[in-house]
């Protein structure tokens, strides 16, 4: 297998720490967001989304997309598992990790591509290119101080996004916030939420 | 174990197709989303979010979002399986669904919500109200004719989305390409769609 990766992007990391947690290591490839190399015609045809993170297995064959490379990596090193142990909470995991997805890394992506100045007419990622909408930008802001909002009550009762249970939604959940914090939305007089990431940040997992 | 429908709306049609593939009958309680039933406060305490479909399982705890309503009955009643028989397979068919969201669903609903007379001041779902955004529907009926270009050429050479694989990718692209003729967008020119189109519209499932 092969990691496609790009070490300042938070997609790619989501994966990374879900290996650290269960000590998987595959040859990576660094692929260059920063000077275009994911439009380039060579990656267009490992991933026409032009997205990382990529898994190339082992037939050449590739998965694209956080969650589904997670989904094989879980079946393939089930322990520890990060997807859920039982029915229920496998689909409590992954109803979490997409409500992370829509509401906090969605709106976060959608506050900084229609804003900062490297991403003019970069708004999406992917092969065409969309201009900024400023309006979109002050949706995103205010969509993304919801999700903090959110995760704030949450982490009033809950040790972790799905109960007292590390999973890999505390993983989306972590590099959503991390992400914000470049856009300076933070977690400015939400203690529960601080308390949550000091824990998660200190896992060893966290640095990947 | 109960399900909270809408007869008309999209997502919870994903996963009542998904049951008749599988033969699952569960109680039905139908949501009137027209009247605004979903952000009342009864419907709040089951879905914060406002959306349907929601189950309801027999402890009273719930799931929302479609895939993981559909992970969670896919594990209670394996056959047939509709996400992948194997490990790369699964895998292969969570990334798929996870682009017909992400450029078919999402972008259609863009196009829609930002500019149906109905949805002024609604165009997000959920609890928080935001206004449409004029430019955003035309972004979003611009990537919705990509995301019908690339469904174009997937069929060109392949039965289903998924090879020759009917599985939960085809049901949510069927739902997308149903949901994007209310927007009058739709497979005129795309014969390789609307070949795959009629396929599984024929299959009984597609009624639910």
Same mark, same amino acid.
């Given at each position: *297998? ?8 938070? @997609?790619? &990391?989501?994966? &990374? ?28 045809? +490992? ?25 094989? +990596? ?20 992954? *109803?979490?990790? @997409?409500?992370?997805?829509? /509401? ?6 959608? =506050?900084? &591509? ?9 708004? +999406? ?50 590099? =959503? ?5 470049? *856009?300076?939305?933070?977690? /400015? ?7 949550? /990431? =000091? ?5 060893? @997992?966290?640095?990947?």
């Amino acid at each position: *297998m092969k990691f496609y990766d790009c070490e300042t992007a938070p @997609s790619p &990391r989501r994966v &990374r720490i879900f290996m650290a947690e269960k000590d998987i290591a595959i040859p990576v490839v660094q692929v260059n967001l920063r000077e275009g190399e994911q439009l380039g015609e060579e990656f267009r045809r +490992l991933n026409p989304d032009c997205t990382v993170p990529v898994l190339q297995l082992d037939d050449d064959s590739t998965l694209t997309e956080v969650f589904a490379i997670c989904q094989y +990596l879980e079946e393939c090193h089930p322990e520890p598992a990060l997807l859920g142990r039982t029915a229920a909470e496998r689909a409590t995991v992954t *109803m979490w990790n @997409s409500k992370i997805e829509q /509401h906090g890394l969605a709106a976060i992506a959608e =506050a900084f &591509r229609n804003k900062a100045r490297g991403f003019s007419g970069r708004a +999406l990622t992917g092969a065409s290119n969309f201009a900024q909408i400023p309006e979109l930008a002050e949706r995103g802001r205010m969509r993304s101080e919801l999700f903090f909002d959110r995760m704030e009550a949450l982490f009033a009762t809950n040790e972790f996004v799905v109960g007292d249970y590390f999973s890999f939604a505390d993983i989306s959940a972590l590099v =959503a916030v991390d992400f914000a914090a470049w *856009m300076k939305i933070g977690m /400015h007089g939400r203690e529960h939420l601080q308390r949550w /990431h =000091a824990a998660v940040s200190a896992r060893p @997992s966290a640095s990947a």
